[in-house]
């Protein structure tokens, strides 16, 4: 059953509902029309707004609870007395005072009727073609950033003497005083600012709805605001400057293993620090063996959750610190893990982090994240050939075909016809041409989707462990691009220039 909301109003650039409940709702990004459910951008002061149920105003224009409302109060406009006997000019006029004759064109061309045309001599399907076109031409379409979303209410403060406040959200996070006035700003926290004279500022709850208060001791506040270091394990020390490096393994790797992986990465970065996920083998790595799978059907598990946390820490971090490049090292299922976890952060907070993966159980696509991301997949490694396996079929295909020193495009044209020769029961060279033909238009698509995937030489049949040769050098490399160079010394300086003049 649909929600009903009571009320809603324009906040910035989303539009906020509340429901019976009391429950406050953000609708973001997307058209215009779409954000207020207001297909034909009816006037609010319109009596067929109200008649309608409007719930609140975007300026000039009505909000209704949901699209069917206003869809109704616009044919009920247009059968209105002085409507209907306008032409279609008129109707184009009220939405386009100035320009208003490309707008009729477009109306009557869609009708199939001339600009001239009253709105009462339509037939009834000329008449809901208009009432659609309106709609159209008003933006009522979706465009696929489109966002509706519960906004979660404040659970609980969390007080300890002589330090910062947490708030907790939900049953299992907690933000800052700092983060979660953010989250109210943007419109992802149901909550109140309240402004001192001071300077200050402090967050309560709406009414009808009161968030508790939660004193707890200096060794319980150590819990509480150590949350994400539960998330995060610290390997190395930090380094004025460096790189932000995260890692999260893959499959049954046990604490020791990650921290193996994690030292390795470290070890290349001059002993730097690097933040891991925890991902540690839990019940013999059955557990994660049904991570995996749920992750590849599209179900999100609690560990992309806290993947989401970790990558904002990994943001935080580097806002801290000057912004300091991100990158992200997954390995095989952590890979599947971050691939489901950037879908829950913005596109601003995606185009920060850099993310390479090794021997993926899926692959990041080429618009996901940081445009200089990339999947690597060893030749010898089967995991990559399970998890994703037509890209990865791709992939090795194209390895292959270059290795013989063939073209991108003559690839394409031996997938095409190998196709041809296999699907078609048909000896025409015409047909088969043709077949061939929408075979390569599809493998350029595909090869596309892995532009950021390369194959890696291997000598072993099976080579899927992080700590390969094959992938360690691709980090090696990694950390070397990325990693800030650093300034030779005074005295190195001078004996460098001395040996210049004396070369001289």
Known sequence: ????????????????????????????????????????????????????????????????????????ALKEWLQSKTISQSDLSAVAKHYQSEFFEQFAQNLASSVGVVATTKVKDLTK????????????????????????????????????????????????????????????????????IVHHPNGNAHLRSRPRYHMQTLRLTWEQHCEVAGEIETLARKIGGKVEGQCIWGFINGIRNTRDEAIESCNL???????????SLCNDRFLQGLKEIGVAILLKIGIDTPIVKNAVQFLRHLLAVS???????????A????????????????????????????????????????????????????????????????????????????????????????DAIKDLDNFDARIIEKYAQDRSKYYQEEFKQISNVTVVDSESMWEHSFKNDSYQAIVRMKIDQYRPKKEPKAELLGAQNQLAESLV
């Open 1 to 72: 059953m649909d929600i009903k909301y009571k009320i809603a109003w324009k906040e910035g650039e989303a539009a906020l509902y509340i429901d019976a409940s009391d429950r406050k709702f953000a609708a973001k990004n997307g058209s215009l029309a779409w954000r207020i459910n207001n297909p034909g951008l009816i006037k609010h002061h319109c009596r067929f707004a109200r008649k309608n149920g409007s719930i609140g105003a975007w300026d000039k224009y009505a909000i209704f609870s949901n699209p069917l409302q206003g869809h109704h």
């Open 125 to 192: 399907s000329e008449f809901d073609s208009l009432a659609h076109s309106i709609e159209k031409l008003c933006g009522f379409i979706r465009l696929g950033n489109e966002e509706f979303f519960l906004l979660p209410k404040i659970a609980a403060r969390i007080k300890c003497p002589s330090k910062e406040d947490l708030y907790l959200i939900g049953q299992d996070l907690t933000l800052t005083h700092q983060e979660a006035v953010s989250w109210v700003n943007s419109h992802r926290l149901d909550a109140v």
């Open 265 to 275: 990465i470290s070890g290349k970065a001059g002993d730097e620090e690097v933040l």
């Open 319 to 329: 806002e801290q610190r000057d912004n300091s490049p991100v990158i992200v090292f």
């Open 331 to 418: 390995h095989s299922q952590g890979a599947a893990i971050v691939e489901h976890a950037l879908v829950s952060l913005s596109k601003d907070e995606k185009r920060k982090i850099r993310i390479f993966t090794f021997g993926g159980w899926s692959f990041i696509t080429p618009d996901a994240a940081h445009p200089e991301s990339h999947n690597y997949a060893s030749v010898g490694d089967l995991i990559p050939r399970m998890g994703s396996f037509n890209p990865q079929y791709l992939a090795i295909r194209r390895y292959e075909g270059f290795k013989e020193g063939l073209s991108l495009e003559e690839i394409i044209s031996r997938l095409a016809f190998g």
